[in-house]
């Protein structure tokens, strides 16, 4: 048994609405996904999405989900 923290797998649903910050308004999961994918994927500095710490957790659950 390995003692600590344990691992949960949160699922996030797509269609649930969140509070963007950066752009001040609520977006769907999906949106702030694709936005912050591209932003990063293409390296769009100039970009609200770019290096968004709340995009980027929003990805690590769905890539552990």
Same mark, same amino acid.
């Given at each position: ?12 649903? =797509? @269609? #649930?609405? $969140? ?13 702030? =996904? @694709? #936005?912050? $994918? ?28």
């Amino acid at each position: 048994m390995i003692r600590g923290k344990m691992a949960y797998k949160t699922q996030v649903r =797509l @269609d #649930a609405v $969140v509070q963007c910050k950066p752009q001040r308004l609520e977006l769907p999961v999906e949106k702030c =996904l @694709d #936005a912050y $994918v591209e932003a990063n994927a293409f390296g769009n500095k100039d970009s609200c999405c770019f290096r968004c710490p709340h995009g980027q957790r929003i990805r690590n659950m769905i890539a552990r989900s």
